[in-house]
């Protein structure tokens, strides 16, 4: 009988064993756990004007510091082999892995060439899963939204000086909620855990205070 076997084989976990399969898809990369272990790269475009550029950002996945963009007339391979040089001589004693998604630049056999050369690794994104990059993705819809849109630059020119300014400021002043509220270029440095130890410090100082406050009014009180 059909339900004989069904139960059979129910019993004997064969009908679950497609179900119980790990996957690591949905899951990311393992999340670094210092600095300029994961380098993530990614285009985006930038109206300027009715003419597009493209912003090509390297992100730390680490501190969230933006290591360093350029705003590009061309995406092509060599646009992104640029500007991942000009990142690698701003720290030339690191060898990330770089995180990207397919794009045709990431995935040319000179970009791979250039990789190798370089003492880096490189990782790709799964086809039609872009939220290993999710990171930079976030960032870019960030600066758009913040720098780009509310006061559209008239020309090239301007808009690189505008995103060079808010690049500074997010690296520099804004703080990230990601890594604790502290500011990527804090984070960068290691300076996490001494900024938040001091802010825990405070905030019991401030609690000891409310508490020797609310004594003295009931002692008055009394």
């Given at each position: 009988m059909p339900s004989t076997v069904y139960r059979v084989l129910k019993a004997a976990g064969r009908l679950d064993r497609k179900s119980a399969s790990s996957s690591s898809k949905g899951q990311g990369f393992k999340q670094p756990e210092k600095p300029h272990q994961h380098w993530h790269i990614d285009i985006s475009y930038i109206n300027v004007s009715g003419t597009f550029y493209y912003l090509i950002t390297i992100l730390d996945g680490f501190s969230r510091y933006v290591v360093h963009f350029d705003l590009r007339e061309s995406m092509t391979e060599v646009d992104v082999e640029i500007v991942c040089q000009a990142a690698l001589e701003k720290h030339p004693e690191v060898k990330p892995r770089i995180i990207s998604d397919n794009g045709p630049q990431f995935i040319a056999k000179d970009f791979k060439?250039?990789?190798?050369?370089?003492?880096?690794?490189?990782?790709?994104?799964?086809?039609?899963?872009?939220?290993?990059?999710?990171?930079?993705?976030?960032?870019?819809?960030?600066?758009?939204?913040?720098?780009?849109?509310?006061?559209?630059?008239?020309?090239?020119?301007?808009?690189?000086?505008?995103?060079?300014?808010?690049?500074?400021?997010?690296?520099?002043?804004?703080?990230?909620?990601?890594?604790?509220?502290?500011?990527?270029?804090?984070c960068l440095c290691g300076l996490a855990d001494t900024i938040h130890a001091e802010r825990d410090r405070k905030l019991e100082e401030a609690r000891m205070r409310r508490r020797e406050s609310s004594k003295a009014t009931l002692a008055i009180a009394g």
């Open positions: 060439a250039f990789v190798r050369f370089s003492g880096m690794t490189h990782v790709t994104t799964s086809p039609y899963y872009p939220q290993s990059n999710g990171k930079l993705e976030r960032y870019h819809g960030t600066i758009k939204k913040e720098c780009i849109r509310p006061k559209p630059p008239r020309d090239r020119n301007e808009a690189a000086k505008q995103i060079s300014s808010w690049v500074d400021h997010y690296n520099e002043v804004r703080l990230h909620s990601a890594i604790g509220y502290i500011t990527p270029a804090d």
